[in-house]
Nanobody, 123 residues
Framework: QVQLMESGGGSVQAGGSLRLSCAAS?????MAWFRQGQGKEREGVAA???????TYEPSVKGRFTISKDNFENTLYLKMSSLKPEDTAMYYC????????????????????WGQGTQVTVSS
């Protein structure tokens, strides 16, 4: 089993920044961030493989950066220029096997999930 623990969420004004962290109990092949806003479906935000390939949802590309501390098995999501539409519960996810590139932002590809951390952006 893989345990994931997110932290770093909070309330910020539009244009502000936050950095989310996700600590994994084991080294994993792929890790990703997902989010789900009120009344919206869960969507992939950013993903990173253990070979350092990354992919982003188009609406966050250029504003969000995903990175990983391999020694600490910790995934980060640096968010800047936050917008009210970024408001959501953010979840960390992990897979222990390689994923095809087209599956990196698909929630069904991930078995392990954190409990979520809330991000609220006010206008």
């Amino acid at each position: 089993q893989v345990q994931l623990m997110e932290s770093g969420g909070g309330s910020v004004q539009a244009g502000g920044s936050l950095r989310l962290s996700c600590a994994a109990s084991k080294d994993v092949h792929c890790m990703a961030w997902f989010r789900q806003g009120q009344g919206k479906e869960r969507e992939g935000v950013a993903a990173r493989t253990n070979s350092d390939m990354t992919t982003y949802e188009p609406s966050v590309k250029g504003r969000f950066t995903i990175s990983k501390d391999n020694f600490e098995n910790t995934l980060y999501l640096k968010m800047s220029s936050l917008k009210p539409e970024d408001t959501a519960m953010y979840y960390c996810a992990a897979a222990i096997y390689p994923l095809a590139a087209v599956r990196l932002l698909r929630s069904e590809a991930y078995k392990y999930w954190g409990q979520g951390t809330q991000v609220t952006v006010s206008s």
